[in-house]
């Protein structure tokens, strides 16, 4: 408090607050525990003793004291370098996230009164996009009138998804909803 003529104001200041991630494990010094069950970095295990004689031992070895099973009784922890198994674990989760296919979902629009020619180009154009792993959104829009004629889009619908019968699944099949007729097309697994 500083004192200010007759008032006393109080001056608080904030520091940044560093919140403890639930996914980060607790290192070292943050080990609170009486009793701990150690495990070296060669994977042995060397019993039940106290946090700071685990400690010492780590900082005998020039490594950290990682808890890694904190819900156990004792809580186990575990001598190894920290730093590298954080950068082992990125360059997993690196090599995981390469192997990944993200599926995205394509769309087709078509009319109701659609010409052979335009249906057998938006059908090589599904055919594409399938053939990538995408999934495909075929969508019918009404307009005006056409919408007492939605029978008419919901056969466009079921002769476009029966042409891609072979390559094909049909996750949903069409639809009115609104003033739009929608169904959903999935790439058929690999025999």
Same mark, same amino acid.
């Given at each position: 408090?500083?004192?200010? @003529?007759?008032?006393?104001?109080? /001056?608080? /200041? &904030?520091?940044?607050?560093? +919140?403890?991630?639930?996914? =980060?494990? #607790? /290192?070292? @010094?943050?080990?609170?525990?009486?009793?701990?069950?150690?495990?070296?970095?060669? @994977?042995? #295990? /060397?019993?039940?003793m106290? =946090?700071?004689?685990?400690? #010492?031992?780590?900082?005998?070895?020039?490594?950290? !004291?990682?808890?890694i099973?904190?819900?156990?009784?004792?809580?186990?922890?575990?001598?190894?370098? +920290?730093? *590298? +198994?954080? +950068?082992? #674990?990125?360059?997993?989760?690196?090599? $995981?996230?390469?192997?990944? *296919?993200?599926?995205?979902?394509?769309?087709?629009?078509?009319?109701?009164?659609?010409?052979?020619?335009?249906?057998?180009t *938006?059908?090589?154009?599904?055919?594409k996009?399938?053939?990538?792993?995408?999934?495909?959104?075929?969508?019918?829009?009404?307009?005006?009138?056409? %919408?007492?004629?939605?029978?008419?889009?919901?056969?466009?619908?079921?002769? &476009?998804?029966?042409? !891609?019968?072979?390559?094909? $699944?049909?996750?949903?099949?069409?639809?009115?909803e609104?003033?739009?007729?929608? %169904?959903?097309?999935?790439?058929?697994?690999?025999k």
């Open positions: 408090m500083v004192k200010y @003529g007759r008032k006393f104001v109080l /001056l608080i /200041l &904030f520091k940044e607050v560093f +919140y403890i991630s639930k996914n =980060a494990p #607790q /290192l070292n @010094g943050e080990i609170k525990d009486k009793e701990v069950r150690v495990i070296s970095d060669t @994977g042995e #295990q /060397l019993g039940i106290s =946090a700071k004689e685990a400690q #010492q031992i780590a900082d005998d070895k020039g490594v950290d !004291l990682v808890k099973a904190p819900q156990a009784n004792p809580p186990v922890v575990k001598i190894m370098d +920290y730093s *590298k +198994y954080r +950068y082992e #674990q990125s360059k997993r989760e690196k090599e $995981n996230r390469k192997k990944q *296919k993200t599926v995205e979902t394509k769309e087709i629009r078509l009319s109701i009164n659609i010409d052979i020619g335009d249906f057998n *938006k059908i090589n154009q599904a055919r996009f399938l053939s990538k792993g995408d999934k495909v959104k075929v969508s019918i829009r009404l307009r005006g009138r056409e %919408m007492a004629h939605s029978d008419l889009a919901v056969n466009n619908c079921v002769r &476009f998804s029966e042409e !891609l019968a072979e390559e094909a $699944n049909v996750d949903k099949m069409p639809k009115l609104g003033r739009q007729v929608l %169904m959903f097309l999935s790439p058929k697994a690999p």
